[in-house]
């Protein structure tokens, strides 16, 4: 499904460093940021054609569970392993401590990212794994060797990125100090910025992600007179950690960022829409399968209803509550902590007992189920994907995935009007926000 109108026929890029631009058509602008929401087509309800159809059902339920169940062995015992090997980096790329006096555990942060979407993180994800274990282990073994890599931060650490990136936004600013003496201007960033933004990301949706254009540049001359150029495109559906993670979900428009830098390169001051032209539907095409063309934005129809009173309400009170918990519970708490106390904590927390108890390490009874596990995937033959019992388990799990989702929203709704009661600020979904759906 396509976010905006479909984009006109346009001749290909040239290979020369000049770049093809869309300019844009005269008249009122249309809204560019309209979410999209995908509602699948009832399935057709499935009933069992023969007691052998149940039969067959049931063996294979019990198959999928001793698979399942080793799967979860096998993630605990690769998690403890990572740990033991001193947490290294499992992305691809070079690294340096830098600072080793960590004291905030980052499966904080990575629990409070599953209690964003329980219905995904909590639910679908270990029933996608239970429907389709014998297509989705060694991937959700691969994302959960990775998830599951939880870092810790300084004190220091910590404190920087909320007050300086989420309290106040001293980035944007120009506020942001590195070092005695310089902060961080984007203003003076020369070379050409890309932003890749999903309607699909809970976390930084498009609106949020290019709201801090207008802040930094007033108007399109002005961004034309820094000499910048800045490039956006939007995918409709991909999730936060699939835009920057993900080896698959949006594999084309990563390959279609790195294929144009140059065209980018060659684009002048201004900002544009990249999109993004591939009539084949094969998102591992290259070029010149796929084309790619950019679109003339203006900065001033990115401007978004900003909640300013209310977030300077926020950080102001956020200011108060930290200068209370270092004068007054910050030190009873470091006199009342030691080593000791801080590791079996941090042993303890929900997202490490909730693994770590299926490893072989903690709990000895699930060495059967490997040997189990290797015994039934040998002669495993699983249901076709169109048996009835099968096509009514999925069902019952969108069902399950549906009520979650509603109770969600309802619990994000309750959020919203406290946050609202409490400082006073209009709902962000409210008419005129981008973010309405």
């Known amino acids: 499904m396509s976010l905006t109108q479909p984009a006109s026929r346009v001749a290909p890029l040239k290979q020369a460093r000049s770049a093809k631009v869309s300019k844009r058509p005269s008249g009122p602008p249309k809204p560019r940021f ?117 870092y810790t931060l300084s004190r220091e650490e910590i404190l920087a990125i909320v007050e300086n990136l989420f309290i106040g936004n001293e980035l944007e600013q120009g506020k942001f100090r590195i070092c005695e003496g310089c902060v961080a201007d984007l203003r003076r960033i020369r070379n050409p910025i890309v932003i890749f933004a999903s309607y699909g990301d809970n976390i930084t949706p498009p609106h949020q992600a290019l709201d801090w254009i207008p802040v930094v540049y007033e108007d399109t001359d002005d961004l034309k007179r820094a000499g910048q150029r800045i490039v956006y495109l939007t995918n409709p559906h991909v999730g936060h950690l699939g835009i920057f993670v993900s080896a698959s979900v949006a594999r084309l428009e990563h390959r279609a960022i790195l294929e144009s830098l140059e065209e980018i390169e060659a684009l002048e001051p201004g900002l544009y829409e990249m999109r993004i032209d591939n009539p084949s539907g094969d998102p591992d095409c290259r070029k010149p399968q796929y084309a790619v063309h950019f679109e003339e934005r203006r900065v001033e129809d990115l401007h978004i209803p900003r909640e300013s009173e209310a977030f300077e309400r ?85 069902r399950v995935t549906d009520a979650m989702e509603m109770a969600r929203e309802a619990r994000d709704g309750a959020y919203e009007q406290v946050f609202n009661l409490m400082y006073g600020g209009a709902s962000p979904r409210g008419a005129g926000s981008p973010g309405n759906s």
């Open 314 to 398: 926020v950080r102001a009170a956020s200011e108060f509550n930290e200068s209370l918990y270092s004068t007054f519970v910050s030190p009873w708490v470091q006199a009342a902590t030691n080593p000791w106390v801080a590791e079996s904590l941090r042993w303890l927390h929900p997202m490490r007992t909730s693994r770590y108890m299926f490893s072989e390490a903690f709990n000895p009874w699930m060495r059967g189920f490997a040997t189990f596990a290797d015994a039934v995937a040998k002669d495993r033959a699983p249901l076709s994907r169109d048996h009835p019992m099968i096509a009514r388990e999925r069902e019952l799990i969108g």
């Open 34 to 150: 309209q979410p999209v929401r995908v509602v699948p087509a009832p399935a057709a309800p499935a009933t069992a054609e023969s007691p052998q159809d149940a039969w067959d059902y049931g063996l294979d339920v019990w198959r999928r569970t001793v698979l399942f169940w080793d799967a979860l062995r096998q993630r605990a015992d690769n998690m403890l392993e990572h740990e033991r090997a001193g947490l290294p980096p499992l992305l691809d790329f070079k690294y340096e401590t830098i600072l080793d006096a960590r004291r905030f555990d980052g499966a904080w942060l990575a629990q409070n990212f599953e209690n964003l979407k329980p219905e995904k993180a909590i639910w679908g994800k270990y029933a996608g794994l239970f429907n389709k274990i014998d297509t989705e282990r060694e991937r959700f073994l691969d994302f959960e060797r990775w998830w599951n890599g939880f």
